[in-house]
């Protein structure tokens, strides 16, 4: 990935009981097919007497990986509204397994789409969301006359200090999103009067927490 996006926040799993069957959605984050296929693989095993283990993931910068499966479920009725889930929320790099325990009674089309749909969404729900910020660190080296005011001003724009080490000068690590690099620089340029090295770092990513609002089909 080259730019911030959404994913779950953990793996996890939730249950939902509709006419005596259980729908069981499994999900967790994946970066590659072979992790997805393998994680998929892993409920199937850990649930060897389930009727069904339908399924839906998305990978890639542009979610140019995209798989689903019904599992034996009628066409159209698994697979696909799990991965409309996905699409909906606009999350990334995550797999979706469904697994059902068929209750007895026949839930009919509509009643599978909206079971596997709310399956999913709940499942994302309890997770959470997070959303991955492209960040690039930065390393100030200021004296020591400058640093109560540096980590003032960091702390008043709420800018994530990563690390300070201290020698004959004082050198501070931040991390700053992509987009604002420049602008902190110039920023901290004027505030120390130019008394300052900045050095580039690594680019990473940081997850801030963000509410998730799955859409209810009950």
Not at 106 to 125: P, V
Not at 129 to 142: A, C, E, F, H
Not at 205 to 218: A, L
């Amino acid at each position: 990935m080259s730019e911030n996006y959404l994913t779950i926040k953990v793996a996890g799993s939730h249950e939902l009981e509709i006419k005596k069957s259980r729908f069981i959605c499994s999900v967790q984050r994946v970066e590659t097919k072979e992790v997805a296929d393998a994680f998929i693989a892993s409920v199937r095993q850990d649930n060897p007497k389930a009727n069904h283990n339908c399924f839906a993931y998305m990978l890639g910068e542009h979610d140019e990986i995209q798989r689903e499966s019904d599992d034996g479920e009628p066409s159209g009725t698994a697979g696909v509204p799990i991965l409309e889930v996905l699409k909906q929320l606009k999350i990334h790099n995550v797999v979706a397994v469904v697994t059902r325990y068929f209750g007895g009674t026949k839930l009919g089309a509509g009643g599978l789409i909206r079971a596997y749909s709310n399956a999913t969404s709940r499942a994302i729900e309890q997770v959470g969301l997070v959303q991955k910020v492209l960040q690039r660190d930065l390393i100030l080296t200021v004296s020591y006359a400058n640093y109560e005011k540096l980590t003032y001003h960091l702390k008043q724009e709420q800018i994530n200090l990563i690390d300070t080490t201290y020698g004959s000068d004082v050198v501070v690590t931040i991390a700053v999103d992509l987009d604002s690099v420049a602008e902190v620089q110039t920023q901290i340029t004027n505030l120390l009067s130019g008394q300052v090295t900045i050095k580039a770092g690594d680019e990473h990513y940081h997850e801030v927490d963000v509410p998730v609002y799955p859409d209810s089909q009950d």
